[in-house]
């Protein structure tokens, strides 16, 4: 049996690659095949071409690499039609999956989405494609299930992948206990994992580290770099600024942990600040015309997925175009000088982590496709009825 597995962004290779394990655990002798990155091809993907390489956001950058993505469109169409996969797992990344998925359904592989997009968010009149060319998307988000199903997509709520890495992270105490024994307290800089993130965000982050360090002398900074090439730029933007800080690449987590505050770029990592139950303030800077557009297409209250999950903003957000770094550091500087008020986010992201922070999605993720796969007759008939399948041990 073959499964076709693309991912195109690092936290997607992520979760395809857990996901890629728990189905050769439940499924001896599966081959898995696909577009992705360095940890799919550890977990035993066999890749046709390393897609998390492409990883871009804006439309420019998209032209700019549009020859490249045409060309994967035609590798993938004739592994469909030469391969014939049993089925076609997707994680998030739309508009280059959108013609994967039409692609696989045209030669009636069922297609499935793991982690979906976000189209609740903004343009939620993409659901349309979603509707027509995937078999099932399994949800991550309690309030997504809902969404997808009263849109008329046939849905399944796993959970976030993300809590199954967390709940696995092993923290390396050399490095916290060389950090700890240094004086000053430690906010913690998390740019992104895209290049364009940290060229966009980390010059703003960098100007509130000034203020924050003007007003608490004996502040420190740890900068998480999630490869070299970023964590040189953030270097290069550091030069010269006077700050104590460091840069560390493959630290994320052990910097969360370190921190009394963070500032983040809007993301998946979030959800690990919530598990580490971090005040953070959120941020994401775009340029003038991506943020009026933005802000034309926005569908939702809130970016940050903890405040998405709370239905309240616990993190202060700033979806931004200009510099905001005054307001940024303002709410820093608050959690440093009143830890009254610092203690009373804490204890509401415990609250949130309670119930929200549940792991073994990949697991009930891996249980339902193999069920699909099993499943006699196909389930193309209950596909188009649009209905939700509800899972042990999960909600919805």
């Known amino acids: 049996m073959r499964i076709f597995l693309s991912a195109g962004e690092p936290s997607g290779d992520l979760h395809a690659a857990n996901l890629a394990a728990a189905l050769a655990e439940r499924l001896p ?15 035993g993907v066999r890749l046709l071409y390393p897609l998390t390489d492409l990883a871009v956001m804006w439309f420019g950058r998209v032209i700019l690499n549009l ?11 004739s592994y469909f039609r030469t391969q014939r996969p049993a089925a076609v797992v997707l994680v998030d990344y739309p508009g280059f999956h959108w013609h994967v998925a039409q692609r696989a359904h045209r030669y009636g592989i069922p297609v499935y989405y793991f982690v979906p997009p976000q189209l609740w968010g903004w343009a939620g009149w993409r659901v349309k494609r979603v509707r027509k060319h995937f078999r099932a998307v399994l949800t991550a988000l309690p309030f997504e299930e809902k969404w997808y199903a009263d849109r008329g997509v046939r849905t ?43 060229a966009n965000n980390f010059p703003m982050m960098v100007a509130a580290a000034k203020r924050i360090a003007a007003a608490r002398p004996g502040v420190r900074f740890l900068v998480a770099s999630f490869k070299e090439k970023q964590a040189a730029t953030a270097r290069g933007m550091l030069a010269g600024s006077g700050l104590n800080a460091e840069v560390h690449v493959g630290r994320t987590p052990e910097i969360i942990e370190l921190g009394t505050a ?30 009026a557009v933005g802000r034309q297409l926005a569908t939702c209250q ?38 009254a008020e610092r203690e009373r986010v804490v204890e509401r992201l415990r609250a949130l982590r ?10 009930r993720a891996a249980d339902f496709l193999v069920s699909e796969l099993s499943a006699v007759p196909p389930l193309a008939r209950r596909a188009s009825e649009g209905c939700r399948l509800p899972l042990a041990g999960a909600s919805g």
């Not at 002798?29 to 977990?43: D, H, K, S």
């Not at 490249?68 to 035609?74: D, P, R, T």
């Open 29 to 43: 002798g599966i081959e898995l095949v696909g577009f992705g990155g360095e940890r799919m091809t550890a977990a």
């Open 67 to 77: 020859h490249k993505f045409l060309h994967l469109g035609a590798v993938a169409e």
């Open 156 to 198: 399944h709520y796993v959970g976030h992948p993300y809590f199954d890495e967390i709940a696995k992270q092993q923290l390396d105490p050399a490095f916290l206990a060389d950090q700890r024994a240094k004086p000053g307290e430690i906010i913690a800089l998390l740019p992104g994992s895209r290049t364009q993130e940290v």
């Open 262 to 291: 963070c500032i983040a770029v809007s993301g998946s990592v979030g959800l690990e600040l919530l598990c580490r139950v971090k005040p953070t303030v959120v941020v994401y800077k775009v340029g003038r015309v991506l943020h």
């Open 302 to 339: 809130y970016m940050s997925l903890v405040n998405l999950l709370a239905d309240e903003p616990i993190f202060p957000e700033f979806p931004v175009c200009t510099d905001e770094s005054a307001a940024v550091a303002g709410h820093v500087l608050e959690w440093l000088t009143d830890p």
């Open 354 to 363: 309670a119930t929200a922070a549940v792991p073994g999605a990949v697991g």
